[in-house]
């Protein structure tokens, strides 16, 4: 991908995507925000296409993001290209508006390897103390059961990053747990080995921060502090047969990968004790939490400023990690 790109896209949806998408794309799954479809039998890749779908709370909201979809691929393909150094990926392609398809379907889908399984765990990372953390350190001391020092308030570094996975739910609420749950986890949800679990969990954990790290090291430089992010993972074939000393060689990086979605960008100079401006979609977290709404569906509407503030912070974190400016037309 060029350094400069500019993508012009429809501003407004004139489609969901199951109206557009070709005869012989098969629905095979759908997520939140991402739908995944077979194309033409192919055995060994997918097409997923990012909507422009808002989940907040883990609720999905009726309301389209216009743009939110492009923004989210462009940008996961983006740190996807920075890793493929140093984690298998998931990712291939975009889809730039070059084959046979609807001209809405180009920018925000990409071809991606098949995986199976997708494990059912978010490896959350954590840098700052934000969000679901910071209430439950206001409450116990604790982050995921975990002690921490004392003393801190929101936006507080801790002393090292931190990994707090979470139980991954199609729908509904995820869960936080304690790193050492994840086996346990793995083993009831994909009849993984308890030995071979203990393996992947320490094995996520040190590939998550090793990627954190780097990533968060460029991001600062582009004057983005990356408070928190989520990653997820699967396994390649062949996983079963393989030693326990090697079937971390299996994991592979999947989904999303350092979006506006899945991580909270905060800008570099915001002050601890307060919860800043960012670039990402806390904007619509703060109005929900506003209204007092009880995190259970349907979602209440957005104004549209709401919506036209979200894909501006999307948009202008793009511009910023990616050098990639997006235009609506």
Known sequence: MSNLT???IPATPRYTVRD???STWR???IGKVRETYEVDGDPDYYHMVCTDRLSAFDVVSSQPIPGKGVVLNLMSAFWFGKARNDVATHFVRVLKGDGDYHPDLAWRTSIVRRVAPVLKIEAIFRNLLTGSALIEYRKKGTVCGMRVRKGMVEGDQFTNPIYTPSTKADSGHDQ????????GILKEMHSIPTYKGVR???AIRRIGLELVEG???YASQRGINIADTKMEFGLTPGWESTPVFGVHRHLILVDEFFTPDSSRFWPVDYQPGTSPPSYDKQFVRDFLSRLGWDRTP????LPDEVVVQTISKYI???????DIELVLV
Not at 178 to 183: C, D, G, I, L
Not at 298 to 301: E, G, L, Q, V
């Open 176 to 183: 936080n747990v304690h790193p050492s749950r994840v086996p």
């Open 200 to 202: 992947l969990s320490a």
């Open 215 to 217: 990533c968060t090291r």
């Open 20 to 22: 557009i998408v070709p």
């Open 298 to 301: 349907p979602m209440p509407t």
């Open 316 to 322: 202008e974190a793009l511009s910023r990690l990616t």
């Open 6 to 8: 500019i993508a012009r």
């Open 27 to 29: 629905l095979v799954h």
